[in-house]
């Protein structure tokens, strides 16, 4: 059984810094891309960010770029998302997730999905 568990969420005032955690069991980590969605009340799931199991690039949503840094350890098959200069509309649900296409910027390409982790952005 697969399983895709985040950690590392909760309240931070904007401006500042969170790093968000994703665990990953059943599978071979290193065969798959890694990504980071996110959703808010009546929005689809959104994109953020990936990075590809053959070649180690990465994609980001320009709303992120330069704030947010995916990154992963294959030895210790997690992943991970930095969030830096936070701000409010970053408020929602975090998912991680695996797909085994190289590159996956579309929620449909992704295979395995973790429960998803609140990231509140208030002062």
């Known amino acids: 059984q697969v399983q895709m568990v985040e950690s590392g969420g909760g309240l931070v005032q904007p401006g500042g810094s969170l790093r968000l955690s994703c665990a990953a069991s059943?599978?071979?980590?290193?065969?798959?891309?890694m990504g980071w969605f996110r959703q808010v009340p009546g929005k689809e799931r959104e994109f953020l960010a990936a990075?590809?199991?053959?070649?180690?690039?990465?994609s980001y949503v320009d709303s992120v770029r330069g704030r947010f840094t995916i990154s992963r350890d294959n030895v210790n098959n997690t992943a991970y998302l930095q969030m830096n200069s936070l701000k409010p509309e970053d408020t929602g649900v975090y998912f991680c997730?695996?797909?085994?296409?190289?590159?996956?910027?579309?929620?449909?390409?992704?295979?395995?999905w973790g429960q998803g982790i609140q990231v509140t952005v208030s002062s």
């Open positions: 997730a695996a797909s085994g296409r190289d590159r996956a910027t579309n929620s449909y390409a992704y295979d395995y």
């Open positions: 990075k590809s199991y053959r070649d180690g690039r990465t």
């Open positions: 059943g599978l071979r980590f290193s065969l798959y891309t």
